[in-house]
């Protein structure tokens, strides 16, 4: 065991040792349960019929079983198939059956949305409900105590097979090729990990949900080098903060938007917690405001790393602090093997320092959106088919360093002109007053578009027609003046995703015209 990255070497190596522990509840799995409880239901699933390349559903909120059931796939060669703990049953339903997954495991905390989701999943046979069982479901926990505890005599790598958010439509299964090898060979580790000194001593923190890619990704690979796996069943800022200091987490993930709670804790609160043993903070998933970047650096020190990618093509470039620094503003350089192009919508490169639509091109198998050509066809370069692009838009500097305007799909255009909310809502978070907000474009009868930015008061803070115009005082002379809001208005609770991701799309909805 030379280089041991698999978690049947860890569970010899370090039994006893935490392979995950669930920070809400102080709940632990060692390495020796995980092993044995991956196992028993690895060998379930393969007495039900599943082969390798077959797809396994897990429809969970943030679960510690979360990762019996993502090893059990990852040993016997299944396609793991997250999904999001919020969908309805009929957006659950499309997941399933697109995927095409033979089984699904789901839990007791779910059981309302999957009462419902059970007639609309036929081909979908095998379906197991942890901590609790329903009419129509099977006992997960009686099910796998029916199998033994050993490896299976062949074991393949298995993979994940994740969809898309769904925040403009339906979402869209990435399918990425998953060769048959042998699953002792480990998941590779995100190659902006690579560079953080992780070892089998690391404790890393995850304070997102399991479903989106980065972090289970990111947890498993972790596993496969023996190391600590600390998760939040829900973000809460100073639990985090209470999170680091009790397990002496060394390194850990982020959104900006847990940046901005974070910071809005008390100068008591922040200061409460020993935070030495914190070595990274990565974050990704949505561009950080400049000065809540430089706020976290000013409290933790320039441990922070950013990087920027998708789902679709994974991380594409990364910076850490010291080049934030030097190039504030940007997310990151290239990550050896990818070059970045910027494009017109006909697909001519840019010049330097001109935005356009980003594109991404790295050596291996790409990926293909499952069951939709022509979505796949329309995300690739008109006449380079490895480019790949998902719509964001953005541009390099001098030196190569990328910084992002906007998503495509939230680009306003007022009377011929473009206009990224990005920058708006970056400069009007700032205000002690507001705790989160989305800039959208709405009907206008003569520019076709105005802006509209839609605010998320701080707590304690009473919407008004003063504080709206507290606020457009505030933005004067911090954004250009075509890019002035011409009306604000106030929501309790913005729709944004778990990931960090504003569901822009279901508020357009409410001032656009359906067809």
Request: charged residues 20%.
């Amino acid at each position: 065991m030379d280089n041991p990255r698999y978690l049947g070497d860890f569970a010899t190596l370090t039994p006893e040792k935490p392979a995950v522990i669930n920070g809400s509840t102080g709940e632990q799995l060692s390495f020796r349960e995980l092993d044995e409880r991956s196992n028993r239901l690895a060998r379930y699933l393969l007495d039900a019929g599943l082969r390798h390349g077959d797809g396994l559903g897990m429809f969970l909120e943030n679960n510690i079983r979360c990762f019996e059931v993502c090893w059990a796939a990852l040993r016997s060669g299944l396609q793991i198939v997250p999904i999001n703990r919020f969908l309805t049953p009929e957006e659950a339903a499309y997941i399933v059956n697109d995927s095409g997954a033979k089984a699904l495991v789901t839990s007791w905390d779910r059981r309302d949305t999957v009462r419902d989701l059970s007639a609309l999943i036929p081909d979908c046979c095998q379906r197991l409900m942890l901590d609790g069982c329903i009419e129509g479901w099977t006992c997960y926990e009686d099910a796998i105590a029916a199998f033994p505890a050993e490896r299976l005599e062949e074991e393949w790598l298995g993979g994940l097979m994740l969809y898309s958010s769904g925040t403009t439509g339906r979402p869209k299964g990435i399918y990425k090729p998953m060769p048959k090898v042998a699953a002792n060979v480990g998941l590779p580790l995100n190659p902006v990990f690579a560079r953080c000194n992780f070892d089998q001593d690391s404790v890393y923190l995850s304070t997102a949900p399991l479903y989106h890619s980065a972090p289970i990704g990111n947890a498993l690979a972790i596993q496969c080098i023996g190391a600590t796996v600390v998760f939040m069943e829900k973000f809460d800022a100073l639990r985090a903060l209470e999170l680091i200091e009790h397990y002496r987490i060394t390194h850990s993930q982020w959104v900006p938007t847990m940046f901005v709670r974070l910071l809005r804790l008390s100068s008591d609160e922040r200061k409460r917690y020993d935070l030495t043993s914190l070595r990274m903070a990565n974050h990704s998933a949505a561009p950080c405001p400049q000065d809540i970047k430089r706020q976290m650096i000013d409290w933790w020190g320039p441990i922070l790393i950013e990087y920027y990618g998708s789902t679709e093509t994974g991380a594409a470039t990364v910076l850490d602090s010291h080049q934030w620094l030097q190039h504030p503003g940007s997310v990151g350089h290239p990550i050896p093997g990818v070059t970045l192009h910027i494009c017109d919508d006909e697909g001519n490169e840019e010049p330097t320092g001109t935005a356009g639509l980003i594109y991404i091109e790295r050596p291996g198998p790409g990926y293909l959106y499952h069951n939709d050509p022509g979505k796949t066809r329309e995300v690739q370069h008109p006449r380079q088919p490895t480019w790949t692009c998902v719509g964001d838009i953005g541009y390099l500097d001098e030196d190569g360093y990328l910084y992002l305007t906007d998503r495509k799909s939230f680009m306003i255009i007022s009377g011929g002109v473009n206009i990224y909310p990005q920058a708006i809502e970056n400069a009007l978070v700032m205000h002690t007053s507001v705790g989160d907000v989305a800039v959208i474009g709405v009907p206008n009868a003569e520019m076709g578009e105005e802006v509209k930015a839609i605010v998320e008061p701080a707590p304690g803070v009473t919407p008004s027609e003063a504080l709206a115009c507290d606020l457009l005082a505030f933005l004067d002379g911090k954004i250009a003046r075509y890019m002035m809001p011409r009306s604000i208005e106030f929501m309790d609770q913005l729709p944004r995703l778990p990931t960090g991701k504003l569901y822009k799309q279901q508020l357009r909805e409410r001032y656009w015209p359906k067809g």
